[in-house]
């Protein structure tokens, strides 16, 4: 059992207890209110009861313990209640970090790489990891936002988008840290991390625009590049590094795309088999022609071996293409071609083809991908967009009686519809034991029956009209 005790200084404890080798050791708390000091004996109770029986920290036990004054918790750590955290610099670790992730596609680790370099320009590099807060880290995506562009030398903003990602990618980061046990809480929890859609940066590439690119390109593999990203909707330039020409099938007309983005999911996810559209298949027949595949060049060649050229930045020279064929080089440049390339086959297949060609979800499609036309909007206009209904209804003036048309029922619902005040209608049919009878007193027949339920399918009259009804 742990006792407290006042010091000479009335506002400062000093807490005593056994430990395990029947010392009696003791720990100065400091200036604390009495309440205070006492929930800290139930909690230092608590914890001895947990390490004596060798069990894992109570959820409840733990966020008290990552929520007291450092220099409470060292001690706690001197007593061998709680683990010692480990202390490390920021940059020790993100270079252990950096070190472990190996066997990721390339872009991943450059991403990586990016994020710890930028947490290291804003932090610092001697920057204790474990002190890094949720306020260090929210003021780190202000930051981002204003001044965490290091690659345009035109500006210094990031994108919104942007920031979350790289947010993100932080967030995971720490999330490692938290495994290694070098801290206890991620200071990026609760900070915007999921990227949204941005219509404003959308814009549909028409095919005819592509042509007159592919026109100006330099050669057949710059040609074919151009179609196959335009006609296929690959992800450019990931998707396209591991295509060889044994992908490619053109008796079967299919093309086996490998994807790094998804391969860590397994399984499907790790390829997808895309058609060899009508109008893709004279770009590639032409460049296999160029290089004949399985005699002069092997099958396990690369397609494109531009796009794996470390001196040939695609983005570059594709910007230089659209301006030669006297166009304005649009934003995204190669998302846009295949947002633009799903958005005009959902017009022509279904949604889950069409999603199993490009590798995601019905509904990352319909958030990131697809596209609103204005032209579509002026055709829906234009068109019949609904089926002649079996059931038409013309209201006349609005004080003048309503002629209600039914199909071949319309002349006898008329004189229905005619009488307003229903009298008529509760006299003329009255429910007696379940059975609708009327004024000569025979059961009403089904057509009857038919009739009188859809002019009144609520079989008992209003309140007003019950005394009526009955007299």
């Known amino acids: 059992m742990a006792s407290l005790t006042k010091e000479k200084d009335r506002n400062s404890w000093r807490l005593a207890w056994t430990n395990s080798n029947k010392k009696r050791r003791t720990m100065r ?59 490390i610099t920021l940059k020790k670790f993100c270079e252990e970090y950096k070190a472990l992730r190996t066997g990721l596609a390339k872009a991943t680790i450059t991403r990586d790489r990016q994020v710890c370099d930028l947490m290291l320009v804003h932090f610092g590099e001697d920057r204790e990891l474990a002190s890094i807060t949720s306020r260090d880290a929210e003021g780190w995506t202000f930051w981002l936002s204003s001044e965490g562009n290091k690659r345009d030398l035109n500006r210094t903003t990031l994108k919104p988008n942007t920031v979350r990602r790289r947010t993100g990618t932080a967030s995971q980061i720490f999330k490692t840290a938290i495994r290694w046990k070098l801290m206890s809480e991620n200071p990026f929890d609760g900070l915007a991390k999921t990227v949204r859609e941005n219509r404003e940066r959308q814009k549909f590439i028409s095919w005819q625009d592509i042509v007159k690119v592919i026109a100006c390109a330099p050669n057949l593999e710059w040609a074919a590049i151009i179609a196959f990203a335009r006609l296929t909707g690959a992800r450019v330039p990931s998707e396209l590094h591991g295509l060889t020409w044994e992908d490619v099938d053109f008796n079967k007309g299919e093309i086996k795309i490998k994807s790094p983005k998804t391969k860590h999911h397994g399984g499907v996810h790790t390829s997808r088999t895309c058609p060899m559209f ?104 234009r068109t019949p967009t609904v089926e002649e209904a079996e059931t038409t209804i013309t209201v006349g003036a609005p004080a003048g009686a309503q002629d209600v048309k039914m199909g071949a029922k319309a002349g006898a619902l008329n004189a229905y519809q005619q009488d307003s005040n229903n009298h008529q209608r509760g006299k003329e049919h009255q429910e007696k034991d379940g059975v609708l009878i009327g004024n000569d007193g025979d059961s009403v027949g089904a057509e009857g029956m038919h009739q009188w339920t859809i002019l009144d399918s609520n079989q008992r009259p209003p309140r007003c009209q019950r005394g009526a009804l009955t007299n």
Not at 319 to 338: D, E, Q, S
């Open 278 to 381: 009508q109008e893709l298949q004279p770009y590639l027949k032409s460049l296999s022609d160029s290089v004949q595949p399985g005699t002069k060049t092997a099958m396990t060649s690369p397609v494109f071996p531009i796009v794996c050229s470390p001196q040939i930045n695609l983005g570059t020279a594709f910007t230089r293409m659209i301006k030669v064929a006297g166009l304005t080089p649009w934003p995204k440049l190669f998302t846009n071609l295949r947002s633009s390339r799903e958005t005009e086959l959902l017009k022509k297949f279904a949604v889950a083809d069409i999603c199993s060609w490009f590798g995601h979800s019905p509904a990352v499609a319909a958030r990131f991908y697809a596209q609103s036309r204005s032209q579509e909007a002026l055709r829906a206009s």
């Open 29 to 87: 708390l400091g200036s604390l209110p009495k309440k205070t000091a006492e929930q800290f004996r139930v909690k230092f109770e608590e914890l001895q009861g947990v390490r004596r029986g060798g069990g894992s920290l109570p959820q409840a036990l733990s966020e008290w313990v990552n929520s007291i004054d450092v220099d409470l918790r060292l001690k706690l750590e001197d007593a061998g209640l709680v683990e010692k955290v480990r202390k």
